[in-house]
């Protein structure tokens, strides 16, 4: 018997796939479906769901995922957590079916890096810290691409573990994928000094490492909590000079417990969700309305692949939406209060 | 004190003065502020209607003598009460940094400046210009000698201009990255830390009701105090109601048509139904409806019951969304526990009772706690005050014109 997740899966279209999202939605009635069915009677312009095009469709506010557990079967086979280190209290996403979060996830991986990987490349999930927290989504999904990959790949917890591998295996290249503190944690060494220089490094005297030639390093992000903060850019720098690889071959993903897909991107700017999402970008006071392409918002996402939870949602992440659906995500929004008496001074002079 | 006392019959007089100009006056004025400012023009009036009641040469005339310093011992020395009255000691240039979030909100820390003797430099607010504009016109017209030691201006760097000395002080309302703002709008060294800097920060987000006792429905009364502290200012002024603690849930007022009644007479008369529509407010809402959250929704306004995670260490106690009002089931000792904790307690402006008087200092079973932040012993006020503040409130337990006397005794040690 075909399983809503094969249905998904066997999609040929993000649109054929979101269709079959609504469909389930609608008849579930679910959370998330009785959440448009609100919105859409504030709504002017739209009597029905089906009238609604994707650019106005109503997104669930993404605090959602921390006040309930959205789900329409009532066994979720898995119960992803966030890491809860913005806040005290995670967010947590009911996934019906695994299989389809690790079949999506592999898919939108190798989507990206299947060559290289024929051409001899070997993978490393590194998951510092990830251990502690099993409802990790990031981690479920760096087994799913271990077990896909199968003897060229491997998961790695422990920077003195990622060194002495790195160190026995330094001819053919490797994808180093994993947490962006954990990355910049591994460069700036055991004493975590700022400097590149003082990096697990093969020997004392080394500068840096210097991954073999075709080397990716992969970083999905989340310096907030971390010692310290970075930009994008500067990460890129640190990462790039710390590896040894060029800038252009550290790339990004972003992804979060909330998604059941992720989005690359190959140049560190713009990213791409895979085949199952697309990305919104809303006004920053008026979340109802689509900001015009090139304008910054808030990312909203609507992904297909949340069809056991909430498939539509508006993050508090900031972005810019390029003419072909990529985006450019800025930085988490300042949340501060916007009363009382942290609402006071003019930012224009 | 005398010199003090004299400045306050001076600004009392002049302010009732301006305040009671003729309609010709001040309908431009508050037409004006209501296209610069996105305040309602019914909050606008309600404000100068309690400040008329509020400001007069008694009222400052008590602050000062309440602010007055008693004797003061420094790290050297004894600094008795006629040092103030001397009028020798330096005056301090204190500048303001106005907020723009409720009309005129900065005109008690220019009065405490003027009080004391010191010279104001106001950064006005784009967003509440009009009226601090006149105000500050009119004084210095009519007391020309007063008007030497005031200068304000919406703009940072024209402002530091028309300066003839440096800042020594500031005062300014936000969070930790707001001196940061400040710094670089007015040019401040920034090698020179917050720590070296005089500074008085304003560091608040809302205003907690209790309704604990209130066994049966509230009287039409309290529901109009309770309706006028939440929607007033459209819910952004840091004396508004943002969490209601009360002895029954949500539920049991949902339905309440007394409630819905309350609620819909003030936005009415107070005209909040004039204001654009906060479209995140509508998606709370949305949300509520689907998940069957309990929640009243009255025009603009959203009560909903807390999420269930308010009391963990790091959430914030108020929703992100101005006009969202958390409700949560509880009583005083839900209180305390919020004052116990530092991350909660500085979030906190104001703490309402219906009936403040029962929770009254001495030992009382439920009296509340002092603000930790405040280091005074904090009064329960009474609701229908929430938007009717006495000149001489204390916002963070700050009394801005102690303070600024306090400014000389720092001058002379340093």
Same mark, same amino acid.
């Given at each position: 018997?075909?399983?809503?997740?094969?249905?998904?899966?066997?999609?040929?279209?993000?649109?054929?796939?979101?269709?079959?999202?609504?469909?389930?939605?609608?008849?579930?009635?679910?959370?998330?479906?009785?959440?448009?069915?609100?919105?859409?009677?504030?709504?002017?312009?739209?009597?029905?769901?089906?009238?609604?095009?994707?650019?106005?469709?109503?997104?669930?506010?993404?605090?959602?995922?921390?006040?309930?557990?959205?789900?329409?079967?009532?066994?979720?086979?898995?119960?992803?957590?966030?890491?809860?280190?913005?806040?005290?209290?995670?967010?947590?996403?009911?996934?019906?079916?695994?299989?389809?979060?690790?079949?999506?996830?592999?898919?939108?991986?190798?989507?990206?890096?299947?060559?290289?990987?024929?051409?001899?490349?070997?993978?490393?999930?590194?998951?510092?810290?990830?251990?502690?927290?099993?409802?990790?989504?990031?981690?479920?999904?760096?087994?799913?691409?271990?077990?896909?990959?199968?003897?060229?790949?491997?998961?790695?917890?422990?920077?003195?573990?990622?060194?002495?591998?790195?160190?026995?295996?330094?001819?053919?290249?490797?994808?180093?994928?994993?947490?962006?503190?954990?990355?910049?944690?591994?460069?700036?060494?055991?004493?975590?000094?700022?400097?590149?220089?003082?990096?697990?490094?093969?020997?004392?005297?080394?500068?840096?490492?210097?991954?073999?030639?075709?080397?990716?390093?992969?970083?999905?992000?989340?310096?907030?909590?971390?010692?310290?903060?970075?930009?994008?850019?500067?990460?890129?720098?640190?990462?790039?000079?710390?590896?040894?690889?060029?800038?252009?071959?550290?790339?990004?993903? =972003?992804?979060?417990?909330?998604?059941?897909?992720?989005?690359?991107?190959?140049?560190?700017?713009?990213?791409?969700?895979?085949?199952?999402?697309?990305?919104?970008?809303?006004?920053?006071?008026?979340?109802?309305?689509?900001?015009?392409?090139?304008?910054?918002?808030?990312?909203?996402? #609507?992904?297909?692949?949340?069809?056991?939870?909430?498939?539509?949602?508006?993050?508090?992440? #900031?972005?810019?939406?390029?003419?072909?659906?990529?985006?450019?995500?800025?930085?988490?929004?300042?949340?501060?209060?916007?009363?009382?008496?942290? =609402?006071?001074?003019?930012?224009?002079? | 004190?005398? @010199?003090?006392?004299? /400045?306050?019959?001076?600004?009392?007089?002049?302010?009732?003065?301006?305040?009671?100009?003729?309609?010709?006056?001040?309908?431009? !004025?508050?037409?004006?502020?209501?296209?610069?400012?996105?305040?309602?023009?019914?909050?606008?009036?309600?404000?100068?209607?309690?400040?008329?009641?509020?400001?007069?040469?008694?009222?400052?005339?008590?602050?000062?003598?309440?602010?007055?310093?008693?004797?003061?011992?420094?790290?050297?020395?004894? *600094?008795?009460?006629?040092?103030?009255?001397?009028?020798?000691?330096?005056?301090?240039?204190?500048?303001?940094?106005?907020?723009?979030?409720?009309?005129?909100?900065?005109?008690?820390?220019?009065?405490? *400046?003027?009080?004391?003797?010191?010279?104001?430099?106001?950064?006005?607010?784009?967003?509440?210009?009009?009226?601090?504009?006149?105000?500050?016109?009119?004084?210095?017209?009519?007391?020309?000698?007063?008007?030497?030691?005031?200068?304000?201006?919406?703009?940072?760097?024209?402002?530091?201009?028309?300066?003839?000395?440096?800042?020594?002080?500031?005062?300014?309302?936000?969070?930790?990255?707001?001196?940061?703002?400040?710094?670089?709008?007015?040019?401040?060294?920034?090698?020179?830390?917050?720590?070296?800097?005089?500074? &008085?920060?304003?560091?608040?987000?809302?205003?907690?009701?209790?309704?604990?006792?209130?066994?049966?429905?509230?009287?039409?009364?309290?529901?109009?105090? !309770?309706?006028?502290?939440?929607? !007033?200012?459209?819910?952004?002024?840091?004396?508004?109601?943002?969490?209601?603690?009360?002895?029954?849930?949500?539920?049991?007022?949902?339905?309440?048509?007394?409630?819905?009644?309350?609620?819909?007479?003030?936005?009415?008369?107070?005209?909040?139904?004039?204001?654009?529509?906060?479209?995140?407010?509508?998606?709370? /809402?949305?949300?509520?409806?689907?998940?069957?959250?309990?929640?009243?929704?009255?025009?603009?306004?959203?009560? /909903?019951?807390?999420?269930?995670?308010?009391?963990?260490?790091?959430?914030?106690?108020?929703?992100?969304?101005?006009?969202?009002?958390?409700?949560?089931?509880?009583?005083?000792?839900?209180?305390?526990?919020?004052?116990?904790?530092? /991350?909660?307690?500085?979030?906190?402006?104001? *703490?309402?009772?219906? @009936?403040?008087?029962?929770?009254?200092?001495?030992?009382?079973?439920?009296?509340?706690?002092?603000?930790?932040? &405040?280091?005074?012993?904090?009064?329960?006020?009474?609701?229908?005050?929430?938007?009717?503040?006495?000149?001489?409130?204390?916002?963070?337990?700050?009394?801005?014109?102690?303070?600024? &006397?306090? !400014?000389?005794?720092?001058?002379?040690?340093?």
């Amino acid at each position: 018997m075909t399983t809503l997740a094969d249905q998904l899966l066997a999609a040929t279209s993000f649109d054929d796939a979101w269709q079959l999202c609504l469909k389930e939605h609608a008849s579930q009635r679910s959370t998330a479906w009785r959440y448009v069915e609100e919105m859409i009677r504030s709504m002017e312009g739209f009597q029905t769901p089906a009238s609604v095009p994707n650019e106005q469709w109503p997104l669930m506010p993404i605090s959602a995922f921390r006040e309930t557990l959205m789900s329409i079967t009532e066994t979720p086979e898995m119960i992803f957590r966030s890491s809860g280190t913005s806040s005290s209290v995670s967010s947590q996403h009911a996934m019906g079916s695994l299989a389809l979060y690790h079949r999506a996830s592999v898919e939108g991986f190798m989507a990206h890096y299947r060559e290289v990987f024929q051409n001899g490349a070997r993978f490393i999930g590194y998951v510092p810290g990830y251990i502690d927290n099993p409802a990790s989504s990031l981690l479920s999904m760096m087994g799913a691409i271990v077990a896909e990959l199968e003897d060229v790949a491997m998961m790695i917890s422990t920077p003195q573990e990622l060194s002495q591998t790195l160190q026995e295996d330094s001819s053919s290249p490797v994808v180093l994928f994993g947490a962006a503190f954990g990355l910049v944690d591994f460069v700036d060494g055991p004493d975590g000094e700022l400097s590149v220089g003082n990096s697990y490094s093969p020997t004392s005297d080394d500068a840096s490492w210097q991954l073999p030639s075709g080397s990716i390093i992969i970083e999905t992000g989340g310096m907030k909590t971390h010692r310290r903060e970075l930009s994008r850019e500067r990460l890129h720098h640190l990462l790039s000079e710390g590896f040894g690889v060029p800038r252009s071959h550290i790339h990004s993903e =972003y992804g979060m417990c909330e998604m059941t897909s992720q989005a690359y991107s190959m140049d560190g700017v713009w990213f791409t969700p895979t085949r199952l999402a697309r990305f919104v970008v809303k006004d920053l006071t008026a979340p109802l309305q689509s900001v015009p392409h090139g304008f910054v918002g808030r990312l909203g996402v #609507l992904d297909a692949g949340n069809i056991n939870s909430c498939p539509w949602f508006l993050t508090d992440d #900031l972005a810019i939406q390029r003419d072909d659906g990529a985006v450019q995500v800025l930085g988490r929004r300042e949340k501060s209060v916007a009363r009382g008496c942290n =609402y006071m001074v003019d930012v224009d002079g | 004190m005398d @010199n003090a006392l004299a /400045r306050a019959e001076i600004l009392g007089r002049r302010w009732q003065e301006w305040i009671h100009q003729p309609s010709a006056e001040m309908e431009p !004025l508050i037409e004006a502020q209501v296209s610069q400012s996105g305040h309602t023009r019914a909050d606008i009036v309600f404000q100068l209607k309690h400040l008329a009641e509020a400001i007069n040469v008694e009222t400052l005339q008590a602050w000062v003598r309440q602010s007055w310093p008693q004797g003061v011992r420094t790290s050297s020395e004894r *600094i008795e009460p006629e040092y103030f009255e001397s009028g020798e000691y330096p005056s301090s240039l204190v500048c303001c940094v106005h907020a723009g979030n409720i009309p005129m909100v900065g005109l008690q820390d220019m009065l405490a *400046i003027c009080l004391a003797g010191g010279f104001y430099a106001g950064k006005l607010s784009r967003r509440d210009a009009s009226l601090m504009q006149s105000w500050l016109d009119y004084l210095r017209h009519t007391e020309p000698d007063l008007g030497q030691q005031l200068a304000w201006s919406t703009d940072a760097a024209a402002l530091v201009q028309s300066l003839d000395r440096p800042i020594e002080a500031w005062i300014f309302t936000g969070n930790e990255s707001t001196w940061e703002t400040i710094q670089g709008q007015f040019g401040v060294n920034t090698g020179q830390g917050e720590s070296q800097t005089t500074t &008085l920060v304003r560091r608040a987000e809302a205003s907690v009701a209790m309704l604990e006792d209130q066994q049966a429905a509230l009287q039409s009364s309290e529901l109009k105090a !309770l309706a006028e502290s939440m929607l !007033l200012y459209q819910g952004k002024g840091c004396r508004s109601v943002g969490i209601i603690v009360s002895a029954q849930p949500l539920s049991f007022y949902q339905h309440s048509c007394a409630m819905v009644d309350s609620m819909e007479a003030v936005i009415i008369e107070s005209r909040q139904d004039k204001s654009p529509v906060s479209e995140e407010r509508v998606m709370e /809402r949305g949300w509520c409806a689907a998940h069957q959250i309990p929640h009243i929704w009255v025009d603009h306004l959203l009560i /909903r019951e807390a999420p269930h995670y308010l009391n963990e260490p790091n959430e914030s106690l108020f929703s992100t969304i101005p006009g969202v009002i958390y409700w949560v089931q509880g009583d005083a000792s839900m209180v305390e526990q919020w004052l116990d904790d530092p /991350r909660k307690a500085a979030q906190i402006q104001s *703490i309402y009772a219906v @009936n403040p008087r029962d929770y009254a200092s001495g030992g009382s079973e439920k009296s509340v706690k002092s603000l930790p932040n &405040l280091g005074i012993e904090a009064e329960i006020e009474a609701l229908e005050h929430a938007q009717r503040p006495p000149i001489d409130w204390t916002p963070d337990g700050q009394n801005p014109l102690a303070w600024v &006397l306090n !400014l000389s005794i720092e001058s002379r040690e340093s």
